[in-house]
């Protein structure tokens, strides 16, 4: 074993204590959620709107709300990695991973999608991507105490660029903290090269643009990328992701006062 694989093998014993570490407060923190949901009681989620009788922002059914935004799907596969994968492919095998953990840890997940579909149903030929888009943004509206966190790869002429990106939306201004937790514990677990900072959403990203809870496009790599491209397709790298985001959300949960999760958007 020579001394690159050492550190290596240290980076992963490293990374997985940190993980048991993240494991044991969420774990904490879910008995802490737990109890509260049970006294508030319980409703079920699935691109639902607030049942009557829960504070918005309050626990319900046990944890804070959050959407989990897998994008692309159907017909529209997104970006194309350089080894042929569709992205709509990996942004929703990592949602489906961050929802299974957050679920895990008491929060409630709303996923805009669990299968390789389109989201609202098929629209006619030339309506298809903005149906798409604005179904996702009516489940977004529809639960304004739930912060959105929408999962997607990047892509670029030159293969050189590589590194998760978070977008933000200018809506809320807990966007920009949410995207700071996830910058910051994507750096600290999975890449502590990576020197990107968060940037404000352009009116380019439709549903950051209109989303009015604190909302988060994660671009989880760049799939013009080789070596970046060949992380994202194993499963193994994915579960690394969807791990540091579940920390992220938690950490940005546990900062973040119960009571001003809702609210309300700044208008502009
Ligand atoms: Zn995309």
Redesign the pocket.
Known sequence: MDKTETGTALDAVFFVLKLAVISIVLTLAAIAISFIGWKLGQTTTKGEAETAGTAPGMFAGGGMRIIVDA??GGRDG??VSITGTP?KTL?LEISLTLAELLRAVGFETIETRTTDDVVGGEAPKGSRKLADLKARLDIALANPDAPLVSI??NKFASPLPKGLQVWYSKNNERSKLLAEYIRKKNVELVQPDNTRDIKPATSAIYLMHRATAPAVTVECGFLSNHEEAALLETKEYRDKLAAMLLGAIAEYHNNVPADDHAEPPQQN
């Open positions: 994008g692309h997104g970006a992205e942004n997607h790869m």
